[in-house]
């Protein structure tokens, strides 16, 4: 940014992103996992569970208190991890987008229902593969690992609650 903007303007626009996608990364992060932990654990949306389960979330901002050395650093293992889990995102928006009991009528149908499922497709390859690749270069056969007990436990978590039904 600096050959385009300047060093002190450069500096203000790249902190500026990196605090907007702090602020909007956390968000999401804080309502999902409240929302996952009244999932697991069956019971309503909102109240007390809820609000424990996005506050778990938030705890991540003691990150920088306690690990003074590596303020600007956190973003890179922070990218890395996020680019791991884009991949289960898009898999799960895939599926969304073809299930007729959570969309109804509202679900793409004919060419318009191909064109997105071959663009999803497409998106998935993408960002698996550069998921993969990151995983790879930055965690070697651990990170590899890491990803198949991850994917084994969601596996595993499945087949329980659809034999649990």
Do not use: D
């Amino acid at each position: 940014l600096e050959p385009l903007l300047g060093t002190f303007f450069a500096h203000i626009v790249f902190g500026i992103g990196v605090l907007g996608m702090a602020v909007s990364s956390i968000t999401l992060m804080m309502l999902v996992s409240g929302l996952v932990l009244c999932e697991a654990l069956g019971v309503k949306r909102g109240g007390l569970t809820f609000k424990l389960g996005s506050l778990a979330a938030g705890l991540g901002i003691l990150g920088p208190f306690f690990w003074t050395q590596a303020y600007f650093w956190l973003a890179i293992p922070v990218s890395i991890i996020t680019l791991m889990f884009l991949p289960i995102a898009y898999v799960t928006f895939f599926l969304m987008m073809n299930n007729k009991a959570l969309l109804g009528e509202h679900m793409p149908k004919g060419t318009n229902r191909v064109i997105w499922n071959l663009l999803m497709v497409l998106a998935l390859l993408f960002i698996g593969s550069a998921s993969f690749y990151m995983l790879w270069m930055r965690g070697g056969i651990v990170g590899i690992m890491i990803l198949v007990i991850f994917v084994t436990a969601i596996i595993v978590a499945e087949i329980y609650k659809r034999l649990r039904c």
